[in-house]
């Protein structure tokens, strides 16, 4: 079945410390990757995408993450936090040419200490 | 570009009237999705479109729910008779079919029935 997890449903982390949101997907095809970020009451923001090539990808607001296939995983990471990135964050996974059917996890949500 | 556009933002209704939510996509978009989001279940895909066909609807909790998409630049998602616990975020999404791409979500209507 295709699914994925995100094992951590709340995470709280002090202003300036790093992150790391984890992400194990199931997907019977190569598949398409991405974080998205959603502020209380807003949208969903693409934070990134993972297609193929270099499995190190960048994205906006100084967020990356890594494809690792081996491990079926896509985790995000930060190297310092700042109070603006309090928001749940959703990772999802989708097939090569249908970029919005996409399979989500059940999001973390980040809390920031000052 | 305005980005998806979904109207209207917050609708409060009594259980048993009709609901008629309205999505614009991004000009250009051959793709539309219609996410709903709640606590329980999380971002799950009720229905999606391709050229305005709809391709996929299995995801389309009861026959209470119907969407269409009349042209390239508008779908509806319409739930007759409304429950409460219809009561949810409904997002509208759109994306290109070429490669590499992924979907842009709308703001999101919360639906409240009582």
């Known amino acids: 079945a295709q699914s994925v997890t995100q094992p951590d449903i709340h995470i709280t982390v002090s202003e300036g410390a790093s992150l790391e949101l984890r992400c194990n997907y199931s997907y019977g095809a190569t598949p398409y990757l991405f974080w998205y970020v959603q502020s209380p009451g807003q949208g969903l923001q693409l934070l990134l995408k993972y297609f193929s090539g270099d499995t190190l990808v960048q994205g906006i607001k100084g967020f990356e993450a890594e494809f690792k296939r081996s491990q079926s995983s896509f985790n995000l990471r930060k190297p310092s936090v700042h109070w603006s990135d309090a928001a749940e964050y959703f990772c999802a996974v989708g097939a090569r040419g249908q970029g919005g059917k996409l399979i989500f996890g059940q999001g973390t949500e980040l809390s920031v200490k000052p | 570009d305005a980005g998806v556009i979904q109207s209207p933002r917050h609708e409060v209704t009594e259980m048993g009237q009709e609901v008629t939510l309205r999505c614009k996509p991004i000009?250009?978009?051959?793709?539309l999705f219609w996410y709903r989001q709640t606590m329980m279940r999380g971002l799950e895909l009720l229905i999606y479109?391709?050229?305005?066909?709809?391709?996929?609807d299995s995801g389309m909790p009861e026959d209470r729910f119907s969407a269409k998409m009349p042209n390239a630049s508008f779908s509806t998602l319409k739930i007759q008779p409304s429950e409460p616990r219809d009561s949810a975020v409904y997002f509208c999404a759109s994306s290109h079919s070429g490669q590499g791409t992924e979907a842009f979500f709308g703001q999101g209507t919360r639906l409240t029935v009582v």
């Open positions: 479109f391709n050229n305005n066909v709809p391709i996929d």
């Open positions: 000009s250009g978009h051959d793709y």
